[in-house]
Every structure is written in C-alpha cells, then in structure tokens.
C-alpha cells in the first residue's frame, strides 16, 4: 500500500495562490494514478484533477480549469497541486488520493488510499 501525507494548506485572500504537495511512501508511486479532491463543511467531497502514472494526462473539474494545476515528480514520490486566482468557494479540506487501477476518475470511491486532508480557506 502507499501512505500519504498533504502539506501547504492555510488562509489565503481571494485572488491568491497556494501550492499544495502530498508525499507518497510505501510501494512505488509511479504505480498509482493521483486524485486532488476537496470536501467543504456540509458537502460531499468533490473531484479537483487527476493525474495518470507518469503525468502525461491530466483532467480538471470545470470549476477549477484554468486556474489549478495538477502535476507530479515520480522520483521525488511528490504529487502537486499549484492553485491561483482563489475564490472563497475554493475553501475546504484538500486531500490526494491514490487509484491503483491508473485510471483518471473523477469518483472517491475508485481511490485505494487517502491522506488526512490539508485546509485550505480563502477569505473574501
């Protein structure tokens, strides 16, 4: 299995960046398709972008296209998450997600293995 670990979350003001990072360690990253996702208090917890296995691919949610970038460094075991032009409705706990099966999937439920979530909040 793979552990991951979400780091670079915190309080931004709207129009800002922030670049998350999620370290992977156990058996070899390059085997997993990643996920962000993001759950914000009282909602499901949605899709943000996909990875494949070696970051060829990529796929966004409409509501982040344009603005975040999903990317990964297989030697570093690093996934990344660059995101600007914040809103507050960006607000929520972020979480990277590892899919053994390499597929880009937009569904929590085809995720094998979860972090414990970073909190990204944007103020108005």
């Known amino acids: 299995q793979v552990q991951l670990v979400e780091s670079g979350g915190g309080l931004v003001q709207a129009g800002g960046s922030l670049n998350l990072s999620c370290a992977a360690s156990?058996?070899?990253?390059?085997?997993?398709?990643m996920g962000w996702f993001r759950q914000a208090p009282g909602e499901e917890r949605e899709s943000v972008a996909a990875?494949?296995?070696?970051?060829?691919?990529?796929s966004y949610a409409t509501s982040v296209s344009g603005r975040f970038t999903i990317s990964r460094d297989n030697a570093k075991n690093t996934l990344y998450l660059q995101m600007n032009s914040l809103k507050p409705k960006d607000t929520g706990v972020y979480y990277c997600?590892?899919?053994?099966?390499?597929?880009?999937?937009?569904?929590?439920?085809?995720?094998?293995?979860w972090g414990q979530g970073t909190q990204v909040t944007v103020s108005s």
């Open positions: 990875i494949s296995r070696r970051g060829a691919t990529t």
């Open positions: 156990g058996r070899t990253f390059s085997a997993y398709a």
């Open positions: 997600a590892a899919n053994r099966r390499g597929t880009l999937s937009s569904r929590p439920g085809q995720y094998d293995y």
